[in-house]
Every structure is written in structure tokens, then in C-alpha cells.
């Protein structure tokens, strides 16, 4: 069983900058995708970005360019950075792992709640 912890949301003006973290419960970068996904109220969740046990990366047209998806292996958590935030970017985020071809999760965090407005 993984655990995911996120931290770091809050409320950002349009134009600011966050960073999420997604504390693991154990080291599983090796063999996991990590990603952050998001839902806006009354819409779907959608994915924003990902990360692959290869370290090969996939982001989201809308946040192409100001998200960045990182890791620390030796702290076991993942980043999201967040950079010139727009009210669209408003929901809450979740971070999540899985490894579809081996049957593994997915596994979910509990979701931190992002708020960009003015």
C-alpha cells in the first residue's frame, strides 16, 4: 500500500508562484509514475503532469511552460512547481502514483486546495 501526503496549496494572486509537495511513504520513484492532477469545481480531473520511473516527463498544453514536475528520491516526494499562476489553475490538486502495466495503484493523496485570485 502507498501513501501520498500533499502539502503547499493556498491562495496565490494571478501571476504568483506555488510549490506543492507529495511526500511517499516509501521509495517507489524507481518503479511508479508519479503525477498531479487537478479538478476545478463541477469539472472532471484532469491530468497536469507526470513522471515516469525513467524520468521522462508529460505536461498538460495549459501549463506548458510554467509547471515544472520534480523529484527527490532521498526525501521520497515529488514537486510541483507552480510558476505565473492563472485563475483557471484554481482546484484542488492531487497527487498520485501508479504503474499500469504491472497492475500497481493507482494510489491517491488526499488533495491540497489551490485558489488563484485577485
Known amino acids: 500500500q502507498v501513501q501520498l501526503v500533499e502539502s503547499g496549496g493556498g491562495l496565490v494572486q494571478p501571476g504568483g508562484s506555488l510549490r506543492l509537495s507529495c511526500a511517499a511513504s516509501g521509495s517507489i520513484f524507481s518503479i511508479y509514475t508519479m503525477g498531479w492532477y487537478r479538478q476545478a469545481p463541477g469539472k472532471q480531473r484532469e491530468l497536469v503532469a507526470a513522471?515516469?520511473?525513467?524520468?521522462?516527463?508529460n505536461y498538460a498544453d495549459s501549463v506548458k511552460g510554467r509547471f515544472t514536475i520534480s523529484r527527490d528520491v532521498a526525501k521520497n516526494t515529488v514537486y510541483l512547481q507552480m510558476n505565473s499562476l492563472k485563475p483557471e489553475d484554481t482546484g484542488v490538486y492531487y497527487c498520485?502514483?501508479?504503474?499500469?502495466?504491472?497492475?500497481?495503484?493507482?494510489?491517491w493523496g488526499q488533495g491540497t486546495q489551490v485558489t488563484v485570485s485577485s
Open positions: 498520485n502514483a501508479e504503474k499500469k502495466v504491472y497492475g500497481l495503484g493507482p494510489y
Open positions: 513522471l515516469t520511473s525513467g524520468s521522462s516527463t
